[in-house]
């Protein structure tokens, strides 16, 4: 049990320093590497699990130089949580100005070379800077900038582990577009770049920083924006380091606001595909309209998307789904797992010469 074990070493750690994996396992690690600095930025809206969070920052085995928390309140509205939170944490006060707000405030007040972003609802498994640095490019060549990212294990309020996504990786001749918008499976995070799982250099931050008036997608607008860049390079380590929480019905990706991820979209057209924009109207924008309680709204994105774009096949099977039910496309994706689940059970019964093992 991974996260039982990193939750346990989390209450008993006291060591700081970097115990960096072998260098051998890594092609860009050079003979005299030197690790960049790494601050943390934990926006907050004063939730309690900050302190598990800010927790699983400072027990790393590569410790960070810095974990900033940047409280979205006035001071005097503080929670206990924030108030109480380690000497060893910057705390930060912004007044209101929204979770990019906060972010951006952190990178501002940061001072290490590279920024880590983790929500105040999420935590990191006790390796997760160290596995990303493992990764982080060191060979000199077209790219000034990195960002790095992860798989994520989605969470539910019991603490038992739901789905691990995305199913797959960011190719490496891959669009990010094309990676996060052209649907292939029928399963939510066939593509993802979880805010909680982000590495990047401060100075990225600084030269293409947050959309602070974006109402939504503002993790993907950022990603997007970075990923046309030709001097950003985009890694992702294929193991699971973040532990995400669902979002509960107050946050921002819960909201019914589809209008919103319609002019998101709109102002974004010129960056996409068609493909792009299609699969993006009937897989994104649909399930938030059809959320709002009306199946009108999700006829309009389909008429929008059928003008103006070419969605995909499996598009339109989600698109179909939502549209009968807002939960058949998790209930289609929870059969999927079991039955692929059941498969690899009885493969490995047939490689091990023994009888499958039933539950």
Known sequence: MIWARDIANLARRDDLTCTMA???????????????????VIPTAGRST?????????????????????????????????????????????????????RMRGVVEAKGQVIAFLDDDDVWVSDKLEQQLSVWPTEVGRFCYAVISCRIAVIDGNGRMLKV??????????????????????????????????????????????????????DWDWVLRVGQRPDVLIRMCPDVLVRVAVPDRKSISMSSDWRASLAWLEERADQLTARERGDFLLCHTTPIAVRS??????????????????PGFIAWAVWGMHMLSPKLVDRVSILRR??????????????????????
């Open 22 to 40: 072998d260098p051998a396992m890594s092609t860009n690690w050079g003979r005299a590497m030197t690790l960049p600095d790494v601050s943390v």
């Open 50 to 102: 900050v302190v598990t969070a800010v927790a699983s920052a400072l027990h790393q085995t590569c410790a960070p130089l810095e974990v900033i928390v940047v409280a979205d309140c006035a001071e005097s509205a503080a929670s206990s949580a924030v108030r109480n939170l380690p000497e060893a944490v910057r705390v930060f006060f912004t007044g209101g100005i929204g979770a990019n707000g906060a």
């Open 165 to 218: 996504l995305p199913s797959r990786l960011l190719g490496a001749q891959q669009t990010v577009a094309d990676y996060l918008f052209r649907r292939t499976s029928v399963a939510y995070g066939d593509g993802l770049l979880h805010t909680s799982t982000l590495m990047c250099d401060r100075a990225l931050m600084e030269s293409e920083p947050l959309d602070l008036a974006l109402p939504r997608h503002q």
């Open 293 to 310: 309680g009306s199946r009108r709204e999700g006829l309009i994105v389909a008429g929008r998307a059928l003008r103006s774009s070419r």
């Open 338 to 359: 079991r039955l692929h689940h059941g498969m690899r059970r009885h493969d490995a019964a047939d490689l091990l010469g023994r009888p499958e093992i039933t539950a």
